[in-house]
């Protein structure tokens, strides 16, 4: 079944989550009997409480009334499509609507299929259980695309993706958002003394230290480059960028590999520039990389093995 196939993947749960969106309470009981025990069923009964539900928790199907007073489930569908962070949830509309047209408006607006009224429980389970199906297959092949295939991390393409949503995100929450660009102090000559075969085991064990101590789910850890790391630290200030890259300086130390050839320490070690801004429409994210990196040349100006934290200006009173 639908449920086996999630297991394997570490970001989803061990069931795929369903919204079902209706404002008539008896349709969203049916739809969870049919689906209950398969799934984990989230259920909102207007629009805005499923906009707020997708963001929050991020359902693998949305089941979606189209009639509904207020917001109809088309505004509901034109929303989520036109959010980063939503726009990839399949949508299946539930109507009674039986005429081609309205079909054909729901598809332009990005939903994946129709489900008629009265509901017919083998042909909606029939319907969610292919549409899962597809959404797996294309989750594993993006995961697949965004991941980093020495370190098993974040790549730079996925990096770039989240530090956009998450500067638009904390642009418009006025929050602050960090970062930190780490590099690995004398690697060149770690490799050119080790061979680059330990180089790239050494790059693995300092990736999967770095990712045990990025915990958040809205933090994320990525391969920058090279023996570069870079961490997002969203709603964070300065203070616990700092903190966060003090830790991460101390895992990798902690792991006690040999660097015979280092000017710093007898151990491999990092050196790390944080730099926080909250985002507004005067600054781009390409200056909160460009302090951080300045942040990482004054720390490796300083000795390396330490951290250097650059904040920029508060954004202007409106």
Not at 198 to 218: E, F, H, S, W
Not at 228 to 235: G, S
């Amino acid at each position: 079944m639908i449920e086996t196939l999630f297991k394997g993947l570490s970001t989803q749960t061990a069931k795929p989550r369903l919204l079902i969106v209706d404002d008539q309470p008896i349709n969203i009981h049916v739809i969870n009997e049919i689906f209950k025990q398969d799934m984990d069923v989230l259920m909102a009964t207007n629009g805005p409480s499923a906009i707020e539900l997708c963001k929050s928790q991020t359902p693998d199907l949305v089941l979606l009334d189209v009639m509904m007073p207020g917001m109809t489930g088309y505004d509901v569908c034109r929303a989520l499509k036109a959010e980063a962070s939503t726009q990839d949830i399949p949508v299946i509309f539930l109507t009674s609507l039986a005429e081609e047209r309205d079909e054909i408006f729901g598809f332009q607006l990005g939903a994946v299929d129709f489900i008629n009224k009265p509901i017919s429980p083998i042909v909606v389970k029939s319907r969610v259980d292919t549409q899962l199906r597809l959404k797996l297959q294309s989750d594993q092949l993006r995961s697949i695309g965004l991941t980093d295939g020495m370190t098993g991390i974040a790549n730079r393409r996925r990096f770039d993706e989240t530090l956009d949503q998450q500067w638009r995100a904390c642009e418009r929450d006025r929050a602050a958002l960090s970062l930190i660009i780490l590099d690995v102090d004398f690697f060149k000559d770690y490799n050119d003394h080790c061979g680059h075969l330990m180089g790239d085991q050494c790059l693995k064990a300092i990736a999967q230290a770095l990712a045990v101590t990025v915990r958040r789910p809205t933090d994320l850890l990525a391969r920058f480059g090279g023996e570069e790391f870079a961490c997002i630290l969203p709603r964070t200030d300065g203070a616990g960028a700092l903190n966060r890259a003090q830790q991460l300086l101390k895992v990798v130390c902690d792991l006690k590999i040999e660097h015979l050839t280092s000017r710093v320490s007898p151990v491999v070690t990092i050196s790390a520039g944080a730099a926080t801004l909250t985002p507004d429409r005067f600054k781009t994210v390409f200056e909160l990389i460009s302090l951080a990196d300045k942040a990482l040349y004054r720390a490796k100006e300083g000795g390396r093995n330490q951290v250097q934290v650059i904040i920029g200006p508060e954004p202007p009173e409106t």
